[in-house]
Nanobody, 126 residues
């Protein structure tokens, strides 16, 4: 059974930074893509970033246009952990952030992932 545990959310002022972490159990971490999504109240769950397995294409990273240049996704295979470094945060980044694992294709689509974490709240004040 794969489990994902996120941490690192919190309250930050606009322009500030946060780093989210997601620790994964199980072998799916190394062989599949890992992703971050977010969901604001009353809205759909949106793609934020994904990083594919190194065996696919050297660990290529993908980002939503809204976070390019501000967010960075990375993975540490030795620690079974994926990170989301978020800089220059804006109030519109406020949402519950979810870690996801197990995608083999279409990494920006929530339905491509087999496993989800419980979510961590990120609140950016203006």
């Amino acid at each position: 059974q794969v489990q994902l545990v996120e941490s690192g959310g919190g309250l930050v002022q606009a322009g500030g930074s946060l780093r989210l972490s997601c620790v994964a159990s199980g072998s799916t971490f190394i062989s599949n893509a890992m992703g971050w999504f977010r969901q604001a109240p009353g809205k759909e769950r949106d793609f934020v970033a994904a990083i594919v397995a190194i065996a696919w294409s050297g660990g290529t990273m993908y980002y939503a246009d809204s976070v390019k240049g501000r967010f960075t996704i990375s993975r540490d295979n030795a620690k079974n952990t994926v990170y989301l470094q978020m800089n220059s945060l804006k109030p519109e980044d406020t949402a519950v952030y979810y870690c996801a694992a197990g995608a083999r294709t279409r990494v920006a689509v929530p339905g491509s992932y087999d496993y989800w974490g419980q979510g961590t709240q990120v609140t950016v004040s203006s």
